[in-house]
């Protein structure tokens, strides 16, 4: 978006991003650290899970190393903009950098004079901007927060949602917004399913347990014993979570699992010739993708113990396939669209 495509207009992009996140740290909590008091953070959350002390409900999330469910646990400071930050970054900066690089000043500050000039205009911008952001930035990160928790908790109809949601903001690129979010800031509360090649969960006469466990310093794992509740933690994003191998407790937002807001992609890019969502990361997930489905199969009964199977994204997705082949076939030749090996011989011998 900068004019000449220089590079150093990502470099104070970066700068920039960097104000916005130091600054996010600590102005919202100036704001808001009195707004919104309690004990916990949702209304949806179940078994009387609380904190210890009051926290804004705007600014902190459950940070579930810290306290046990009958003293209260501590909280994770979680506002943070992100991957938003840095598109806001990047798009501003382009806007200076469009609009200061060719300033000229006064001899004796020549040096200053153009590009050095942008730097500084967005240091200046930035720190006056961060403080409305500070304002503004928790109360839209808490909605897409409860919007995360309201789809988590209806897994079918919540997924369905998020997809409708996804598709109506693509003409916009908005799609990402909601992405991005949901992907790598949403936070997920559950167990962890495996650590360094332990499994920390087991099922007995069809009964789910989960591991009373402790990590040392050093990153050694002791198991305590087995429980219906075990040891739950936070993990922010699903995306984040699916990789943490970290299995959503329904009690918490998230029912059946993370990776709820990606599965729907495989059928559609990798039975599409899509990027992502393709066959490669389908296997590399199947580990993981099969500890959840035979969790959630021990929790739910009927079509749902089939459709968590991972392999059935294969019969979905020829059925995906054929749907999108044979509807595109008919309707590029229908309205004679010109895709590429179809474009008007006028058009080509102009292009040659």
Known sequence: MAKNFRGEAALVAFFGWAVIEGLMGIVPQWYYNNVLLGHTPIGNFQDNQFWTT????????FDFSKGNATEGYGAKYNISMGVFGGILAGCLVALIYNKYSNVKL??????????RFVPMMTAAYFLLGAFTLAAIWPWFQLRLQYLGYELGAIPPLGAFFYGIFNRLLLPFGLHQVLNTYLWFQQPIIGHLMNYQGTNLWQIVNGVLQWTDYSINKDGILTIHGWTLNGVITTMNGDITAFLGK???DAKFGLAGGSEMFQAGFFPMMMFGFGFSAGFIDWAVSMKTSWDMATISSSLQSGVYKVLGNPFMI???GVLEGAADFFSFKYIIKKMNLSTPGREDETAMIAKS
């Open 314 to 316: 294969l019969p979905i």
């Open 246 to 248: 970290l299995y959503a």
């Open 54 to 61: 009051p926290h804004s409900q705007i600014l902190y999330v």
């Open 106 to 115: 006064p001899a004796a500050l020549g040096f200053f004079s153009g590009r």
